[in-house]
């Protein structure tokens, strides 16, 4: 619909943004006007170029303005965006981004830390809080566990200590030592080693482990010493003891290492996430006794504020710290604001006594009115600090994140929880006049947690801000005062601005894909659910917030998981769910984080077991939307191993065969084959001092990446960098009938990423097309049947035209006797499943739960189901009141 502020604004100069010639990465000589001072939606399919328009070209240049004001010499030490390519830009403000971020992969980093929300908090500690007789005052750095000053002496800070034990190393003690009964031990030769070390040591190794003296298990599981012994590779040890009698020469000398020695200097000193991870399985948490797990100092805890110590403080959810802080806040707060607190806390029921109930002692609601009475000037620090606070987190209720605890670490965080954190943090700095450009804020947001989003919006708007905001979701659309759709297609058949304009009035652009979901609102026809091959039940299982929970997941059909944001669905299917049944068949189920961080997987440890229907799985595939590589050598051709028989093909040419070209030449990673210059980058670094670095194709090679002798090497007329370069669409016709490329091709095209190039970066990919091409991937191996695929709402970052790519291979692989689980907030993705299972019924302490579960006409039809209000749009009216809610 028109907005008729906006529509008023046209006749002022000021009003717009005029962005003219507009050419990043796939723009074509964009011109578009964008209103300010107004909510302005970038849509379009993937790829397509509304990213390179709001970021790549309107934010980097406003920060490149607001650079050419700082300091030269501070200006090096901030990362900045490259200049974009452009013919002029008028009438843009200075401009905030807020991106979709993955954690800081950090046990130090919190919520308290990040909304700075701590930092407040420890200095009310200080001046405000009740010391015991005699205790000196403590500044605010002794309440900080990432300070010498405040951290725990036994645990440095973490809150929890790690040990190596027997039962850690020895998971199964019915092996014996040449079965592998050490599972600490490193794998391949290395482990091999330190076994024929046990012979030449006379112990013996095809004993079960459990018979073993438990003398001789000790010390070779925690022996700090390294004897060196002479080693007789391949050797039985009746062999290996008529060597030593003998004194033959051995095959080498071996030095021996304990098991608990090995994963504690692993763990210290290796540069491999992958090895890190792997000893870090075998390395046991437990809450450190001094501290009981709130990570600071004895005189630190020893000080109290309305009866808790800080640590205990900081562990309540959100909103039960409001419900404590309020009363000291009040002579500041105004008496609306007071009661709204109250009534807030109120309505998300007494959190800390049911915590109590379950064992958590230590987080009961104390009795308030026992805190001794403060000074004068105790109760004015008090109530400024706890007013200050009170604000932070008012904020950060408004924005649905009332469920999160300020001891909660980043890396457990999604992309999602980050964004709008700091989305509050924007919203009380009170800015005027600035853009602010958001990449897909309600990306990981259940539509109820929406509204709170869009409301956070609206407050950023009419404090006199304009925002940009890059988006999927069909509902913020229609509420934007201004929609830019962006197309048609991808990659190079888009990059043009289809309308621009009030978003009623793109009903009548015809090219436009985003058009044709925006104003189609009818619900989807009825379907008949598949019916479940059997069930997957899962017994006791407990993480995170979930608590002996008991469930059951329907086989060879596709089944949706829904639920507000951190009711638990992550945490049931992503880690509960995937780690049992690795277990099961014997997988590893190792996350591949960016970096390796105890702290953050100690909490959610998952327990339980698998009650029935494993044993029909032969499979499991998690499909994350991790990056898959962190270097531009790692592309689409070479993680889909599609690139392996390209090499191939060009390596039997006559003309390579008679230069003796093997397929590595054609790698550029290979020296043999790369460009000298830049070594295989394909593009040099141009240092510009106080600038940004400028990044110029390679004066060698142009940016080809290969020599001049592998780039005479020709396949049907092109050679190996002019493959590079193609898209995938333009490949699939290049390399017909050469089936081991054409297969991966054909499966990246139907799952929508024929725009991309072959060659294209890691480094260049978004999260929602890793995710695809991981699927794509998959879905190249033979499909026999009873496989587990589990997606982590992989419709984030799709343009409804791409969801439904991806619907269609996601049902063909259920069709293929295959059991498909996603944890998904698009209802219309939902609606297309065949079982839903709805998590909640709130956030945090209040989830975990399973609210209902059946098929979506059940599910919608269940009043007490958050989700059922917004599913119910989807389907078919007479199917939903068909279906009788228990």
């Not at 189609?520 to 026809?525: S, W």
């Not at 880690?575 to 105890?598: C, F, M, N, W, Y």
């Not at 698998?610 to 050598?633: C, F, M, N, Y």
Request: proline share 6%.
């Amino acid at each position: 619909m028109s907005n008729p502020r906006i529509s008023e604004a046209v006749t002022r100069p000021d009003a717009y943004v005029r962005v003219r010639g507009a050419r990043e990465h796939n723009l074509k000589s964009v011109d578009v006007d964008l209103p300010r001072d107004a909510l302005v939606v970038f849509s379009g399919v993937s790829g397509s170029g509304k990213s390179s328009l709001a970021f790549g070209t309107l934010y980097a240049e406003a920060q490149r303005r607001y650079l050419e004001s700082v300091a030269p010499y501070a200006r090096r030490l901030i990362d900045q965006a490259g200049v974009p390519e452009f013919d002029s830009i008028t009438g843009l403000p200075p401009a905030v981004a807020l991106q979709q971020q993955r954690g800081t992969p950090s046990s130090r980093s919190s919520v308290g830390s990040v909304t700075t929300i701590s930092s407040s908090l420890r200095m009310l500690y200080s001046r405000a809080g009740t010391y015991p007789p005699r205790q000196p005052m403590l500044y605010a750095e002794d309440f900080s566990p990432n300070t010498v000053q405040g951290a725990c002496p036994t645990c440095h800070g973490l809150g929890r200590t790690y040990e190596v034990t027997e039962r850690s190393m020895v998971p199964d003690d019915s092996l014996t030592i040449r079965e592998r009964a050490i599972a600490a031990w490193p794998p391949a030769w290395h482990g091999q080693n330190l076994r024929d070390i046990l012979v030449t040591l006379g112990h013996d190794v095809d004993t079960p482990w459990r018979k073993l003296p438990k003398k001789v298990r000790d010390w070779i599981l925690f022996t700090e010493e390294q004897p060196t012994v002479p080693v007789y590779a391949g050797f039985t040890p009746a062999e290996t003891r008529a060597a030593l009698r003998s004194k033959m020469e051995p095959s080498y000398q071996g030095t021996f290492t304990g098991a608990r020695k090995y994963v504690l200097h692993t763990f210290a000193t290796t540069q491999s996430d992958l090895m890190k991870m792997r000893v870090a399985r075998f390395m046991e948490p437990s809450v450190c006794l001094t501290c009981n797990g709130r990570r600071l100092k004895r005189e630190a805890l020893s000080v109290t504020f309305a009866g808790y110590d800080i640590g205990t403080l900081s562990q309540l959810p959100l909103a039960e710290l409001a419900r404590v802080l309020a009363p000291a806040a009040s002579g500041s707060f105004s008496k609306a604001t007071d009661a709204k607190v109250l009534s807030r806390a109120a309505a998300k029921r007494d959190t800390a006594k049911r915590v109590a109930a379950g064992g958590s002692a230590h987080l009961a609601s104390p009795d308030v009115r026992r805190t001794p009475a403060l000074s004068e000037e105790k109760r004015i620090a008090a109530q400024r600090l706890a007013h200050d606070v009170l604000e932070r987190i008012m904020t950060l209720l408004d924005l649905g994140l009332g469920y999160l605890s300020l001891d909660r670490v980043t890396p457990t965080l999604s992309p999602g929880e980050l964004q709008r954190m700091r989305l509050a943090t924007q919203i009380r700095s009170n800015l005027f006049g600035v853009v602010y450009v958001l990449d897909e804020p309600s990306a990981g947001l259940h539509p109820a947690d929406s509204e709170a989003l869009l409301s956070a919006l609206a407050r950023l708007k009419s404090a006199g801000n304009s925002l940009f905001v890059v988006e999927h979701d069909l509902d913020l659309m229609r509420r934007a005062d201004w929609l830019i759709d962006v197309g048609p297609d991808a990659g190079e058949k888009g990059g043009q601005v289809l309308f621009s304009g009030p978003p009623e009035e793109l009903r009548a652009i015809k090219g436009s894909h985003t058009a044709r979901y925006l104003f189609d609102t009818e619900p989807m026809p009825p379907r008949r659910p598949r019916k479940p091959d059997g069930w997957l039940a899962l017994a006791h299982v407990r993480c995170n917030n979930l608590n002996q929970l008991d469930i059951e997941f329907p086989l060879g059909v596709l089944t949706g998981v829904t639920g507000v944001s951190g009711s638990g669905k992550s945490s049931l299917v992503t880690r509960a769910l995937t780690e049992l049944i690795s277990a099961h068949l014997g997988q590893d189920a190792s996350r591949d984080d960016d970096e390796v961080d105890l702290e953050s997987t100690a909490k959610d440890r998952v327990t339980g077991h698998i009650a029935a229907g494993a044993e029909s799985l032969r499979r499991l595939v998690h499909v994350d939307q991790k990056p898959i590589g962190r270097t531009p050598r790692s592309n689409l051709a070479t993680y889909t191993g599609l690139f392996d028989h390209v090499r191939k093909l060009f390596a039997i040419t006559p003309s390579a065969r008679a230069r003796r070209f093997d397929a590595g030449r054609f790698s550029f990673n290979v020296p043999k084959g790369r460009c000298e210059t830049c070594e295989g980058e394909g593009f040099v670094s141009v240092e510009m001092l106080f600038m940004p670095s400028v990044y110029a194709p390679c004066p060698t090679c142009h940016g080809a990446r290969y020599n001049e002798k592998t780039l005479a090497i020709n396949w049907r007329g092109k050679n190996i960098a002019e493959v590079l370069g193609m898209t995938v669409d333009e490949a699939v016709a290049f390399f017909v009938n050469e089936a081991a490329v054409e297969r991966p091709l054909v499966l990246l095209q139907a799952i929508g990423l024929g725009y991309l190039r072959l060659g294209q970066p890691a480094t260049e990919l978004s999260g929602g097309e890793a995710q695809r091409i991981k699927l794509a991937t998959e879905l190249q191996r033979a499909q026999r049947g009873n496989g587990l695929y589990v997606l982590d709402e992989p419709t984030t970052g799709l343009h409804p035209a791409d969801v439904d790519k991806l619907m269609a291979q996601l049902n063909g692989l259920v069709d293929a006797g295959n059991t498909v689980i996603v944890v998904e907030h698009d209802m219309r993705v939902v609606a297309e499943c065949d079982w839903v299972i709805d998590m909640g019924p709130g956030a945090g302490h209040e989830g975990g739960r399973v609210v209902v579960a059946g098929t979506p006409s059940h599910v919608a039809a269940t009043a007490r189901s958050l989700t059922a209000r917004y599913l119910a749009p989807f389907l078919d009216a007479s199917s939903i009141r068909g279906s009788r809610s228990p």
